[in-house]
């Protein structure tokens, strides 16, 4: 069942674009919904997939090796979520029914490849499915073939080809010492020798490419200009999930299945984290285009991710699992609250907004949602996430470093309260009276992430130990 979650999206794009196009164009949308709410329930429901069926007698056909434990399936559910959102922004914003379709096509490549990343054991499969990943996102944040989006997608690529050859270089290293590229086989490799400078070079060139791929300061050059010149849904997608799946959630996965977590690199792990997540809020804080400001959000809030997981604990690992799923809610909710705000408006300058909220009421309380949640107030999915990893700080030691975060919720909610004066309150500009709520389309999935972020962030407490203690098998390698 493993390797269908990889096959299915390809097999879709492939299907679509067989003869009878014009039929395919209709069913396109229906069939991608149908590929992400099955691929949410297969996660959500206990044996409704995955358990049923041998992994190998499908993964072996194809010489992969698959597995699943709780990271990854908190991994694959926000895939199929935020790419069911995204499905939904896509319909509303590309009007001409050849570039929607064209758009599904690429999604569902993109989300073939992000589950073949969750899934895999081998490093050498890892990088691959890396690979489809970053073109499929290249296409998606030039989609509308405009300057300004290709200049995005242009210093995407440069910096994710340094990336590349990193990673290339470090799994080459790390087949010299092991003789294997799978996950087992090189942890077995470096547990049996001393740290020698191949070993701890190789680790080095890996994580230095996952910084890049994640978008982590002084590594996320290519990150605001990405978010923001790419068109409406691609942002969703590339907020919401990519950067988490192709670089963070690997990041986890390196450190977690092969290197382990040393005095030196929880040491890089908590200084990049904790600099992100203020340099990061800082800029936020200064930004006066709404999605930029998202964009600089996103790598405070990333940076969050590396702090819990920098302390090497299953209390830590669990926050930053946690984190990552409540950012993929609230991030591409707050994406598509800029959506809808500059569909209506035409812009994305915030000073020249104010009392949208009148006008745009779901927009606006949907917005408020996801800003609190984000900057960690009760009883909000985001305050539960970040409590996590701050305890996780401080009972592992890093007590410099809980401080740090305190601070860095502080100056986001210092930046999100500024963003809804600036927009949703304060006085109407009469040229913006007339204004409507964006489509259904958009109001729907703004509307379930709404819910679930209040939902899970009422319930988790429920739930809370037994989650924790399924990352228990995770940091066990």
Request: aromatic letters at 12%.
């Amino acid at each position: 069942m493993h390797a269908l979650l990889i096959l299915a999206p390809f097999l879709g794009s492939f299907i679509l674009n067989l003869p009878f196009r014009k039929v395919n164009k209709r069913l396109s949308f229906g069939v991608c919904a149908a590929l992400f709410l099955l691929q949410m329930a297969v996660i959500l429901i206990p044996d409704f997939g995955l358990n049923k069926i041998n992994p190998a007698a499908l993964a072996n056909i194809f010489n992969f090796d698959l597995g699943v434990d709780a990271l990854s399936k908190v991994m694959l559910f926000c895939i199929g979520l935020v790419a069911l959102v995204t499905l939904c922004t896509n319909s509303l914003f590309l009007k001409d029914s050849d570039d929607k379709f064209n758009f599904i096509n690429v999604l569902l490549i993109a989300v073939s490849g992000m589950n073949g990343i969750v899934l895999a054991k081998d490093i050498f499969s890892l990088y691959v499915f890396l690979e489809i990943t970053a073109v499929a996102s290249f296409i998606l944040i030039a989609f509308n073939r405009e300057e300004l989006g290709l200049e995005g997608a242009f210093k995407y690529i440069l910096l994710s080809s340094i990336a590349t050859v990193l990673m290339i270089a470090g799994i080459a290293l790390f087949f010299l010492v092991s003789g294997s590229t799978h996950f087992a086989a090189i942890h077995s490799a470096l547990l049996a020798q001393d740290k020698s400078l191949l070993i701890n070079l190789a680790i080095a060139l890996f994580v230095s490419a996952l910084f890049i791929k994640g978008g982590l300061m002084p590594f996320h050059g290519w990150l605001p200009d990405a978010y923001s010149s790419a068109p409406a849904a691609s942002s969703v997608f590339l907020a919401g999930i990519v950067t988490k799946a192709a670089g963070v959630y690997v990041l986890i996965r390196i450190l977690v299945s092969i290197a382990g977590f040393s005095l030196t690199l929880k040491s890089v792990l908590l200084f990049v984290g904790a600099f992100s997540a203020i340099i990061g809020a800082i800029a936020a804080l200064t930004q006066t285009d709404f999605k930029r400001m998202l964009s600089y959000s996103s790598i405070s809030q990333i940076g969050y991710i590396i702090l819990g997981v920098g302390t090497g604990t299953v209390l830590g690992l669990a926050g930053a699992a946690l984190h990552i799923f409540n950012h993929a809610v609230f991030k591409s909710l707050l994406f598509m609250n800029s959506a809808a705000v500059e569909k209506a408006l035409g812009t994305r300058d915030i000073s020249k907004m104010g009392g949208l909220g009148s006008q745009m009421p779901v927009t606006g309380l949907t917005s408020v949602l996801g800003s609190l949640s984000c900057a960690g107030i009760p009883p909000l999915a985001g305050f539960w996430s970040k409590l996590i990893i701050i305890i996780a700080l401080w009972s592992a030691g890093f007590k410099t470093y809980a401080v740090i975060a305190i601070l860095g919720s502080v100056l986001t909610l210092a930046y999100f309260l500024s963003l809804q004066r600036s927009v949703f309150f304060g006085k109407l500009n009469a040229e913006f009276k007339n204004i409507k709520e964006a489509g259904f389309s958009l109001l729907f999935p703004m509307i379930l992430l709404g819910v679930i972020t209040l939902g899970v962030g009422i319930f988790l407490p429920l739930v809370l130990d037994k989650f924790i203690l399924s990352f228990n098998a995770v940091l066990g390698g």
